[in-house]
């Protein structure tokens, strides 16, 4: 009896729904078309919303380092703050452009006036001029430029896409550019994209090893490496190039995971034989394994060697596990890449297999840098030979540069018999508004104030104004020996990030971001020193 009331009971709510839903679908079919659109829409954006707030948490607050001269570096001498002005409105040219043709796409193509990108970024719009350039168009005060370029992040910037991009080039340009637009202005925005990435690259370090994949797809979090790369190896610049900004991501989220994840490559590395003390390029992340034995400190190498020499730095000079790991490795890189050539150049050669490649890439340049930033701190009182081999090595890319007729540095330059820092092949001989060379001069600058570097800046700025400028943005240049450029038809992002950063610094007091406060990550975005002394990240996240 109770079993036949139950069913009756059922049956009269199934037929209750049933009439609703046929009265609900009648009142639908009365209205408009545009009715039910709207409907729709308002339906979605309330799953948007939703979306939005849940990803949008607020991060846990915590103490924000002590941010000294984030503007100023106003020159007292006229010729250095002309100087200063013809930068930014270098800067305004090439952003105002990209403003006008590419807005949104991930850079610009000054010709063709049209979006570019290329599979570094995926498939989508990312934005990467605007994320990149935001924080140079910060200290150079074009705030109406930073707030429009913040907009437009608030906005669009999404990373829930199914599109596989590089986890080192995202990680340099989109976090290290998102975490200093943070730190300059204090915006919550800046942080909370940081994050929202950070948390999209994490499955690229679900390999055997925990060493990351090259790629990873943003929707999917299925990594894999680069064909082209050794024995299916992930690259040493590229998995050795996180450690700055995981480090600021778990200062800023309390949340231990990407600290842990920088430090667990370390440790590997650290248990890794080196043929030679040399760290070869290539390491296979499911072995284990190094690939190729090819050491260099231009590309494939380059950035790894400067974030252990930052990781140092960013402690606040306290992390000596990375400072030891730094005097290691140049050492070795010292003993058996670096040469003097029979015209008294010093330069840093190629490590393939045991044999010396008498070959620097332009890359290699920022080593100049480096070692100046390195000096002090060095071994047995090496402070001065470090900033002598810094100055050395600035020399000779000033005559990679000089040596060519529109005094702008080629890819790659060699040194073997008659032929010095030239470039021989002629797929080596463009030049596609690379950064590394200001950046030497910027850092030898700051340390000697040795007026040859400021000058060898300026002659670089107006080659770069001569041979690059159209009147759609500026573009690489196909052929630095020729006194008739080609274009490439390129402005890269780096371009707005680094190149004209590192000039307008050079032409600044030295006020404006003190190295003493502020490290640069490899994509030039400044980020501050942490004073961990009583927040330390290796294990207490209940300290914040
Ligand atoms: C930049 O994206 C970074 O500096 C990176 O470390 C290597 N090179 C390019 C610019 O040349």
Known sequence: MQKREEEERLRNKIRADHEKALEEAKEKLRKSREEIRAEIQTEKNKVVQEMKIKENKPL???????????????????????????????????????RTY??????????????????????????????????????????????????????????????????????????????????????????????????????????????????VNLKSGVGRNW?????????????????????????????????????????????????????????NPRTGRWGQYHTSVGGLGDSFYEYLLKAWLMSDKTDHEARKMYDDAIEAIEKHLIKKSRGGLIFIGEWKNGHLEKKMGHLACFAGGMFALGADGSRTDKAGHYLELGAEIARTCHESYDRTALKLGPES?????????????????????????????????????????????????????KYCRVSGGFSGVKDVYSSTPTHDDVQQSFFLAETLKYLYLLFSGDDLLPLDHWVFNTEAHPLPVLHLANTTLSGNPAVR
């Open 227 to 283: 064909g082209w790369a050794s024995a299916g190896s992930s690259i040493l610049a590229e998995f050795g190039t996180l450690h700055m900004e995981f480090v600021h991501l778990s200062y800023l989220t309390g949340d231990l995971i990407y600290y842990k994840k920088v430090m667990h490559i370390r440790k590997l590395l650290q248990k890794m034989d080196r043929p030679n003390g040399l760290y070869p390029n290539y390491l």
């Open 413 to 465: 330059f060699k040194f073997d018999g008659a032929v010095e820092a030239v470039a021989v092949r002629q797929a080596e001989k463009y030049y596609i508004l690379r950064p590394e060379v200001i950046e030497t001069y910027w850092y030898l600058w700051r340390f000697t104030h040795d007026p040859r570097y400021r000058q060898w800046g300026w002659e670089a700025a107006l080659a770069i104004e």
């Open 60 to 98: 846990p607050p915590v103490p924000i380092p002590n941010l000294v001269g984030i503007s100023g570096g106003d020159p007292e001498d006229n010729d250095v703050r002309e100087k200063r002005e013809k930068i930014k409105e270098m800067m305004k040219h090439a952003w105002d452009n990209y």
């Open 102 to 215: 590419g807005w949104g796409h991930n850079e610009l193509r000054p010709i063709a006036r049209k979006g570019h990108s290329t599979n570094i970024f995926g498939s989508s719009q990312m934005g990467a001029t605007i994320v990149d350039a935001l924080d140079t168009l910060y200290i150079m005060g074009l705030h109406a430029e930073f707030l429009d370029g913040q907009r437009w992040i608030e906005e669009n910037l999404d990373f829930s896409v199914n599109s596989e991009v590089s986890v080192f080039e995202v990680n340099i340009r989109f976090i290290g550019g998102l975490l200093a637009a943070y730190y300059l202005s204090g915006e919550e925005i800046f942080k909370i994209k940081a994050v929202q990435l950070a948390e999209k690259l994490l499955p690229a370090f679900n390999t055997p090893t925990g060493i990351p994949w090259a790629m």
